[in-house]
């Protein structure tokens, strides 16, 4: 088992800038594949980015490509989500996921996740 924990959340004008964060602890970090999800008011669970187990490749949904920046340290057991050109369309709880020696991260969703965050709230103003 692993637990996540998710932090850097927070309240941000459009065109800033959020940088989240994913602990991980428990099995070998690096067995996971790591994905980061959202949640706005109302809409159901949509992927954002997914990430491979090694951080050499990644995948981003369309509405965030050039924007979101994914990354991984396993020295760290750590999942960044890097977030730039916030738009308040991006306002969401985010959360942090994994599953075990997952494949694909393109078809990543969160029916296919193991385990989750409690995940963090980030607010775009406008």
């Known amino acids: 088992q692993v637990q996540l924990v998710e932090s850097g959340g927070g309240l941000v004008q459009a065109g800033g800038s959020l940088r989240l964060s994913c602990s991980a602890s428990?099995?070998?970090?690096?067995?996971?594949?790591m994905g980061w999800f959202r949640q706005a008011p109302g809409k159901e669970r949509e992927f954002v980015a997914g990430?491979?187990?090694?951080?050499?490749?990644?995948y981003y949904t369309q509405s965030v490509a050039g924007r979101f920046n994914i990354s991984r340290d396993n020295a760290k057991n750590t999942v960044d989500l890097q977030m730039n050109s916030l738009k308040p369309e991006d306002t969401a709880v985010y959360y942090c996921a994994a599953d075990y020696l997952g494949l694909n991260i393109a078809t990543m969703s969160p029916n296919g996740m193991d385990y989750w965050g409690k995940g963090t709230l980030v607010t775009v103003s406008s």
């Open positions: 428990g099995r070998t970090f690096s067995n996971y594949v």
């Open positions: 990430i491979n187990w090694s951080g050499g490749v990644t």
